[in-house]
């Protein structure tokens, strides 16, 4: 990644040590088996156009910029979806379908939950509904793919140290609010 890129991204206070570690705690399966069999790899597929992942502040961290199977902008957090504490620049990554697994994004190894913060301040996760319920059978169906235990917990593990980062914490109660409101929305009656 060029120098000049780098110093305009959003700042972390997280260090390359701290992403190893959610890396690790997240290199599980959400569910026994291949997920992915499920739903013929849905997530990783251009479901829609243009669909690809923001990496969290620091996250690039994690890689050179040269990875063959990634193509790379930077989004202006001012004029995207982002708190206001978040100021410069934000990496923006589109994979080709196919990736070095132990090199997938937080945002994969996440998904289908994503970490939710009550308006009380208590971090839990949540699956992810407001871009799971229409690609991903463990978001539509959890009663017949319940998730193992075991990822819960490390992804729960894995988001407490994320949002030390004052600014990732920003950024999920901003999500989590969001999903609130989701959640309360009329036409979300029509699928109980
Ligand atoms: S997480 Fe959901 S959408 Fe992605 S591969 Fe697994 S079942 Fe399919
Ligand atoms: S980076 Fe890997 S896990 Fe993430 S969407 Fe692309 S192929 Fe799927």
């Known amino acids: 990644m060029l120098g000049y890129i780098r110093r305009r991204l959003v700042r972390s206070t997280l260090c390359k040590e701290d992403f190893k570690r959610v890396y690790r705690l997240l290199d599980i399966p959400a569910i026994e088996g291949d997920c992915g069999a499920l739903c013929g790899h849905r997530c990783c597929q251009e479901y829609e156009p243009g669909v690809g992942m923001y990496l969290l502040p620091g996250e690039e961290l994690m890689f050179s910029g040269r990875e063959r199977w990634l193509r790379w902008s930077y989004k202006s957090a001012k004029h995207h979806d982002f708190p206001e504490s978040w100021k410069g620049l934000v990496a923006f990554v589109m994979c080709n379908g196919t990736?070095?697994?132990?090199?997938?994004?937080?945002?994969?190894?996440?998904?289908?939950?994503?970490?939710?913060?009550?308006?009380?301040?208590?971090?839990?996760?949540?699956?992810?509904?407001?871009?799971?319920?229409?690609?991903c059978p463990l978001v539509s169906n959890p009663e017949r793919h319940p998730l193992k235990?075991?990822?819960?917990?490390?992804?729960?593990?894995?988001?407490?140290?994320?949002?030390?980062?004052?600014?990732?914490?920003?950024?999920?109660?901003?999500?989590?609010?969001?999903?609130?409101?989701?959640?309360?929305?009329?036409?979300?009656?029509?699928?109980?």
Not at 161 to 169: A, T, Y
């Open 99 to 135: 990736c070095p697994r132990e090199k997938r994004p937080v945002q994969c190894r996440t998904f289908p939950l994503m970490p939710y913060i009550s308006p009380q301040g208590q971090l839990s996760m949540r699956l992810d509904t407001l871009t799971g319920s229409l690609i």
């Open 149 to 192: 235990e075991e990822f819960l917990e490390r992804a729960l593990e894995a988001w407490s140290i994320l949002i030390r980062d004052p600014l990732i914490r920003d950024d999920v109660v901003q999500q989590s609010r969001k999903l609130d409101e989701d959640e309360s929305a009329p036409w979300r009656g029509l699928f109980t």
